[in-house]
C-alpha cells in the first residue's frame, strides 16, 4: 500500500473498525489508529495525532463524526497550514475499498464509497422478491 490511513475517533472505535477490518482483509501495517479516551483532552488528542502521522509520508485521515473533537483537531491542523486528506463518517466499506484501491493502484472517491455501501436492506430484500415473481 502506497498511502497510509489513519482512523481516528471518540473512544476505541478506530481501534476496533482496524480489527475489523483486518477480520476480512488480512494484517493492515499501514492502518493507523488514534483514539480519543475519555480522560483525554483535544490537545492530548493532538499530541498523540501528532506522534502518529510523524512517520509517515502519504497518508489519508478518517474520522468517526464531522464536528466531534478528533474530527476538528484534524481540521485545526488543516487550517494551520498541514497537508491532510481528512474524511468524517467512516466506515468499514470505506477501510476496505480504501485498501482494495492501494492494493490495484486505482483512484478511489471515499465519499462515492461510503454512501454506495449504505442500502436499506429489507428495501433490497423486497425488490429482489418483487422480480421472483
Known amino acids: 500500500m502506497s498511502k497510509a490511513l489513519v ?5 476505541l472505535f478506530c481501534e476496533e473498525l482496524k480489527k ?3 477480520m476480512i482483509m488480512g494484517p493492515q501495517e499501514n492502518i493507523h489508529t488514534v483514539g480519543l479516551l475519555p480522560s483525554e483532552s483535544a490537545e492530548d488528542f493532538r499530541a498523540k495525532f501528532e506522534a502518529t502521522i510523524e512517520q509517515l509520508e502519504d497518508f489519508v485521515v478518517l474520522a468517526d463524526l464531522m464536528g466531534g473533537t478528533p474530527c476538528n483537531v484534524v481540521s485545526r491542523l488543516i487550517l494551520e497550514g498541514r497537508e491532510i486528506e481528512l474524511y468524517a463518517g467512516m466506515n468499514m466499506p470505506m ?3 480504501f485498501i482494495n484501491s492501494q ?3 486505482t483512484e478511489l472517491s471515499l465519499v462515492e464509497s461510503a454512501q454506495s455501501n449504505i442500502c436499506h436492506v429489507n428495501e433490497r430484500i423486497n425488490n429482489v422478491d418483487d422480480e421472483d415473481e
Open 95 to 97: 477501510v476496505i475499498d
Open 20 to 22: 475489523s477490518t483486518e
Open 103 to 105: 492494493l490495484i493502484g
Open 7 to 11: 482512523l481516528v475517533s471518540h473512544g
